[in-house]
């Protein structure tokens, strides 16, 4: 996703009230923001409910938008917050026995381990989202999705040898633009 096509989508949505836009923006930002609803809850259906609620409030602010500074941004701490109320909402709709209840650890994240947590996988998501289409779809099925090598192969129509030259293409260009150089140091 780029900045500028987003930027225009916006203010199509604004200027023109326009619904194509609006599915242009979508097509552009739903699977980005469906990895980050399922990072989350961990479940499909859940996350599809939550991004889908999620792009019904974009809609609705849609004149608003344009003025946000990182769209980027906002959309992944709107899909985060989605998320987390979701989860609230489960959690109070069905307590589970004692019995159930997980026993608590030593291993408590501390906030600051949680941010930053939450930063690097934000860094990964928009990282993903720069692969080139069939990196980014090989990487995902296989690392995500668990799928095998076959399997990956024969949905795309490809050998097993491209699989994995995309894999290793895919992650070497993430190692790229989520580690810092050597040299930085």
Request: proline fraction near 4%; charged fraction near 35%; glycine fraction near 2%.
């Amino acid at each position: 996703m780029t900045e500028q096509e987003v930027r225009r989508y916006l203010r199509q949505m604004k200027e023109e009230d326009s619904e194509r836009a609006f599915k242009g923006f979508y097509d552009l930002t739903y699977d980005r923001l469906f990895r980050i609803a399922y990072y989350y809850v961990r479940d499909e259906d859940a996350a599809q409910e939550i991004v889908l609620d999620v792009f019904m409030r974009l809609w609705q602010m849609r004149n608003r938008l344009p003025a946000v500074n990182s769209i980027e941004d906002y959309c992944f701490v709107l899909t985060k917050n989605a998320s987390l109320n979701y989860l609230e909402r489960e959690n109070r709709q069905s307590p589970l026995p004692a019995e159930h209840l997980p026993e608590p650890t030593d291993t408590a994240s501390s906030p600051e381990e949680t941010l930053i947590s939450e930063e690097l996988f934000a860094r990964y998501v928009k990282a993903l989202d720069r692969l080139p289409q069939r990196c980014r779809e090989v990487f995902i099925r296989i690392r995500e999705e668990r799928q095998s090598y076959a399997q990956v192969a024969e949905a795309l129509g490809i050998s097993v040898k491209t699989v994995d030259a995309q894999l290793q293409k895919a992650t070497t260009r993430l190692r790229k633009m989520l580690l810092p150089d050597e040299g930085d140091e």
